[in-house]
């Protein structure tokens, strides 16, 4: 068993392996020299300093897992099963591609000092002294990284510009009535926000706008997205999505013979939601691993059927003093139903589908959350009226 990716999904997988009984050789390989570690640190504690990094507390010798760092996978050969590694060649029996993603770079922004990405242990440390210092920075993209890294350098108190191309925070993933009040958080933590920005020039001092506006800047933090790390990928024969992401089926495998595919790089066909899902969060590269194992060990058993990935997606984010929860997946026609005062400080947004509570959104309601997450499992029938009350219980409305 190879797995190429040391980050949550792979280490994961490792762990989940192990769990249910593979009783073979696991060998875990990634491009990162750092002993494997969480991310969502990175943009909160880890940023500000209170904690030094977010290495996972998992004992790899004692599982039986052999653990090779700083080593790139560069190519597949899925007929000869091998991979081609900056170190040399690697056979496996099956594999598991989890190499995560990848930041979207701002074109001619890469090589320029003072310009930063935030996906890595080493970015976050290449970023602490510039909050540590007070420096003043410009941030691109509001979405949920640029929203958590304004966040943390304003706590620690940088003067702080956010530039988002669209006319509002988080634009790729909520409906502008449901961003609308987001927009506050920004001004209301001391943020500057400037929407419909278009970046026509980025260099040492900062960034020229669309518009001739310049913006100084001592550092500028790029957060406009990240892709699937595949490239890797190319010419192996492995079918990937249009979005780059691995095409995988229901049961996380991959277009070759025992290659499965799990985490960030990973999409997959949700039967719930009706369209192939590509997931970056957090949960999914916790649980996407459980089903891997489960299709690896029981593929090696009789009269095993499979089992098949199609949950409820959950992710959280920490910005502006709020903690926003989501759990399930909308599209442009479910209908919304509000519960709560969006001025406030404690608000959810459900989406319905006939009827049928598909999605949920919870500011500072944790409860509606862990709630309307079972609900969605469930596929529950909500009562709209009872639903936009928000001293009804979810579970009861
Ligand atoms: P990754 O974590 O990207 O790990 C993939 C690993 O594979 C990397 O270490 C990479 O170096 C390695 N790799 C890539 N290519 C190769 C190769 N060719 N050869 C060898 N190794 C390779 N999600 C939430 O739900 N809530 C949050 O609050 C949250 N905060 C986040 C904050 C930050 C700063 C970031 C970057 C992400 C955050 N996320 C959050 C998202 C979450 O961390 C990711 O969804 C999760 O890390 C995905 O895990 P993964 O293992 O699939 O990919």
């Given amino acids: 068993m190879v797995i190429v990716g040391a980050g949550m999904a792979g280490v994961q997988t490792a762990v989940a392996l192990r769990e249910q009984g593979w009783t073979g050789g696991v ?28 290495a996972f507390d998992v004992d790899f010798a004692a599982l039986g897992v052999e653990l090779r760092l700083g080593v790139s996978v560069t190519g597949l050969d899925t007929g ?6 900056s170190s040399g060649p690697v056979p496996y029996d099956v594999l598991v591609i989890a190499t995560g993603a990848e930041p979207i770079t701002l074109p001619g922004a890469e090589g320029v000092p003072g310009v930063h990405l935030l996906r890595t242990l080493d970015d976050a440390e290449r970023l602490r002294p510039v909050l540590a210092g007070q420096r003043e920075v410009v941030v691109v993209g509001a979405g949920w990284i640029g929203a958590e ?22 634009a790729g993933a909520l409906p502008a009535e449901v961003a609308a009040p987001m927009a506050g958080w920004y001004a209301d933590y001391g943020v500057e926000l ?3 920005a278009r970046v026509a020039a980025v260099d040492e001092e900062g960034l020229l706008l669309g518009d001739g506006t310049r913006l100084r800047a001592e550092a500028v933090v790029v957060g406009i997205g990240a892709r699937p790390a595949t490239g890797w990928l190319a010419g192996s024969g492995v079918e990937l999505a249009a979005d780059g992401s691995i095409a995988a089926d229901e049961r996380l495998r991959a277009s070759a013979p025992d290659v499965y595919a799990v985490g960030d790089c990973a999409s ?8 192939r899902l590509l997931v970056h969060h957090w ?5 996407g691993p459980r089903t891997v194992a489960a299709n690896v060990v029981g593929s090696r058993t009789a009269h095993f059927t499979g089992s098949v990935y199609d949950p409820v997606p959950y992710f959280w984010s920490e910005q502006f ?7 399930g997946h909308h599209a442009a026609a479910d209908e919304l139903v509000w519960r709560g005062d969006p001025e406030g400080a404690a608000w959810s947004v459900c989406w319905l589908r006939e009827g049928a509570l598909v999605a949920l959104l919870a500011v500072g309601r944790p409860r509606d959350l862990a709630q309307g997450r079972k609900l969605i499992e469930q596929g529950a029938r909500l009562d709209r009226a009872r639903a936009a009350d928000p001293s009804v219980p979810l579970k009861s409305a």
Avoid at 283 to 287: C, G, P, R, W
């Fill in 27 to 54: 060998l875990l390989l990634g491009a990162e020299a750092h002993q494997p570690y969480d991310r969502p640190p990175l943009s909160k504690a880890v940023l500000l300093g209170k904690a030094d990094g977010s």
């Fill in 80 to 85: 000869a099963r091998r991979l081609e590694t």
């Fill in 149 to 170: 890294f304004a966040t943390a350098a304003r706590e620690a108190g940088c003067a702080v510009t956010v530039v988002e191309a669209a006319d509002r925070p988080l």
């Fill in 194 to 196: 400037v929407t419909g």
């Fill in 268 to 275: 997959f066909p949700s039967a719930r939601y009706g369209e």
């Fill in 283 to 287: 949960d999914n590269a916790l649980q």
């Fill in 321 to 327: 003093g709020r903690f926003v929860q989501y759990a």
